[in-house]
């Protein structure tokens, strides 16, 4: 099992940056990769980012250039940021953070990111 708690979500206007956090608490040695997923309600969950075990990144087009996704492990616990420069009003989402421990996938809480003037 792992655990996941986000933080960092909130009302930003266009343009500016957030960054988000997704700390990982458990069998932290099982996961193969973190990521992010947003998802606006009435849609499709919408990949973002993802950072792998081998240090890996991959980014959805719409977010290459703008976002950054790093990893940091300390003690007994592993986190991930998702750093959001440029912000636009379509960032606009519900942002779940996960975890793949092969065969499963964790998801947080989830937090809202809302991008307007």
């Known amino acids: 099992q792992v655990q996941l708690v986000e933080s960092g979500g909130g009302l930003v206007q266009p343009g500016r940056s957030l960054r988000l956090s997704c700390s990982a608490s458990?069998?932290?040695?099982?996961?193969?990769?973190m990521g992010w997923y947003r998802q606006v309600p009435g849609k499709e969950p919408e990949f973002v980012a993802l950072?792998?075990?081998?240090?890996?990144?991959?980014?959805a087009d719409s977010v290459k250039g703008r976002f950054t996704i790093s990893r940091d492990n300390a003690n007994n616990t592993v986190t991930v940021y998702l750093q959001m420069n440029s912000l636009k009003p379509e960032d606009t989402a519900d942002y779940y953070c996960y975890a793949n421990v092969p065969p499963e996938k964790f998801w947080g809480q989830g937090t809202q990111v809302t991008v307007s003037s």
């Open positions: 458990g069998n932290i040695f099982g996961i193969s990769a």
């Open positions: 950072f792998s075990s081998g240090g890996n990144t991959n980014y």
